[in-house]
């Protein structure tokens, strides 16, 4: 009788534990279809994580982030510390760079998104900006237009 007891008992408690493994946890984040940015996700970039300070000429670079001029300084930073996931960045990543030097005739700060939703299918899903010091999205003086999109600069950002 013990037993029999003690193998109801052991059966019941694995097939409970089984039952319990294969219930789906509420807590799983999922990845969004698309992510629209707007001023507030680049606010505070300057305390993210810093992913690389870069210093000099980078001739992969061409003109942009001044990579011809050997007094630049590139800091990338992420939001949250994304990373890879499985060998790509996952839709809401954010990175922004600043770029500056020490005579100041280099200030920028650009900033790319992983839209996704088919945004950019060349590009990678990626949206570029051109952002104010304090992280706000520029506008041009000239269009009055934000200055973000998947053309970017006529194309620079690819």
Not at 117 to 139: H, K, P, R, Y
């Amino acid at each position: 009788m013990k037993k029999s007891f003690f193998f109801i008992f052991l059966l019941s408690f694995t097939v409970l534990a089984f039952l319990q493994s294969c219930k789906k946890d509420n807590n799983d984040q999922q990845t969004p279809a698309e992510y629209i940015a707007t001023d507030a996700s680049f606010a505070g970039f300057m305390s993210w994580s810093l992913d690389a300070a870069n210093q000099g000429a980078d001739p992969a670079l061409g003109g942009a982030h001044a990579g011809n001029d050997s007094t630049v300084t590139r800091k990338v930073y992420f939001k949250n510390g994304q990373s890879l996931v499985n060998g790509s960045y996952p839709v809401g990543t954010i990175i922004v760079k600043h770029s500056d030097n020490p005579a100041q005739s280099v200030n920028e700060f650009t900033a790319m998104v992983k839209r996704g939703n088919n945004f950019n299918a060349a590009g990678g899903d990626w949206e570029w900006f051109m952002l104010n010091s304090d992280g706000s999205i520029a506008v041009d003086a000239a269009s009055g237009t934000a200055m973000r999109g998947a053309n970017l600069m006529n194309g620079m950002c690819i």
